[in-house]
């Protein structure tokens, strides 16, 4: 698997809480919306910076850009550490795992990283 095969599974799969991802598939779809996240958070800052000390058009279009790609990727991203946490054979509420402060994270990132296992939630 690839970038571009990953952040298109992440798009197909979007609405999919059955089944599971990979641990490929996992990442590349992480990866995939960090970049894309990492050149819209430039583009606004740059438009905040450079242009006029004042508030411009193009920030604004940015805000909301930046803003609606936020919220469109929740969802999905919710989704894809679900079927991640099936991969692994853990129910889907070890997301709330985030919720716990520091922790949580450290154990996010160990859980997400541990190779799959056949189980009751792999169709």
Partial sequence: ??????????????????????????????????????????????????????????SVIMILLFSLFCLVELLPSINLIIRRMHDIGRSGYFIFVLFLPVIGYIWYIYLVTRRGVANKYVI
């Fill in 1 to 58: 698997m690839n970038l571009k095969n990953g952040f298109v599974l992440f798009w197909k799969r979007a609405f999919d809480y059955k089944g599971y991802s990979s641990r490929g598939e996992f990442w590349w779809g992480v990866l995939g919306n960090a970049i894309i996240m990492v050149i819209l958070l430039a583009l606004l800052i740059i438009s905040l910076t450079c242009f006029t000390p004042q508030i411009n058009n193009f």
